[in-house]
């Protein structure tokens, strides 16, 4: 089975830190996602990455870097966090034609409370 | 601009009672439409899709959608719901930058 591990469930910071949010695959997808969570917003794409050192703004990139140096790695950045980014955070990886095809395999989040 | 449309937020059913999940979508063409489901502290997962052809597609955990291109629907549907099935549910389709949109979810809650 394919499986997408976020490093952290839960975590709270300090508004102004610095926070790393991790994201794993383990079945060598091309294509990489961070998405955010809010009640009665769904799911909103922030970065995505279709190669290793690749990556593309989504819908709400500010605030927000990315990182990949490794196929399997995805890592979201909050350069400083501020309290409007308290959410969910789902990463989800796909093959290369996954993502013309919807296919998405989700981790199952990053809880983050800024306070 | 295009957009998906889940029009309602909570719904309660019955266990045994059957189901159905609006979703609507505006785009020009036809496009590649999703169900994706999420239990409880989980991460989503695919439930079905539609790309082309038969406008009733079959898929996991005993669910089914059908797209309707007059209506601009794409409707999931569970004949009998098992308690199991408690989760947000999310419509989704495939924009033409090939990334996904999602609708802002419905939550399904089921009595016993």
């Known amino acids: 089975d394919v499986k997408v591990t976020q490093s952290s469930r839960y975590l709270v910071k300090r508004t102004g830190e610095k926070v790393f949010l991790e994201c794993v695959q383990d079945?060598?997808?091309?294509?990489m996602f961070w998405y955010r969570q809010d009640p009665g917003l769904g799911l909103r794409l922030i970065y995505f990455?279709?190669?290793?050192?690749?990556?593309e703004k989504g819908d709400i990139p500010e605030g927000y870097s990315v990182s990949r140096e490794k196929k399997e790695r995805f890592s979201l950045i909050l350069e400083s966090a501020s309290t409007n980014q308290t959410s969910m955070y789902l990463c989800?990886?796909?093959?290369?034609?996954?993502?013309?095809?919807?296919?998405?395999?989700f981790g199952e989040g990053s809880r983050l409370t800024v306070l | 601009a295009q957009s998906v449309t889940q029009p309602d937020i909570h719904i309660t059913v019955s266990e045994g009672a059957s189901l159905e999940l609006r979703c609507n979508y505006s785009?020009?063409?036809?496009?590649?439409l999703f169900w994706y489901v999420q239990s409880p502290g989980q991460g989503l997962q695919l439930l079905l899709k539609y790309f082309s052809g038969d406008t009733l597609v079959q898929g996991i955990k005993g669910f089914e959608a059908e797209f309707k291109r007059s209506q601009s629907s794409f409707n999931l549907r569970k004949p009998s719901v098992h308690w199991s099935d408690a989760a947000e549910y999310f419509c989704?389709?495939?924009?033409?930058?090939?990334?996904?949109?999602f609708g802002t979810g419905t939550l399904l809650a089921v009595q016993p």
């Open positions: 989800a990886s796909s093959f290369k034609g996954g993502a013309n095809t919807g296919e998405l395999f």
């Open positions: 079945m060598d997808h091309e294509n």
């Open positions: 989704a389709a495939r924009r033409a930058t090939n990334k996904l949109i």
């Open positions: 990455s279709y190669d290793v050192k690749m990556k």
């Open positions: 785009y020009g063409a036809t496009p590649y």
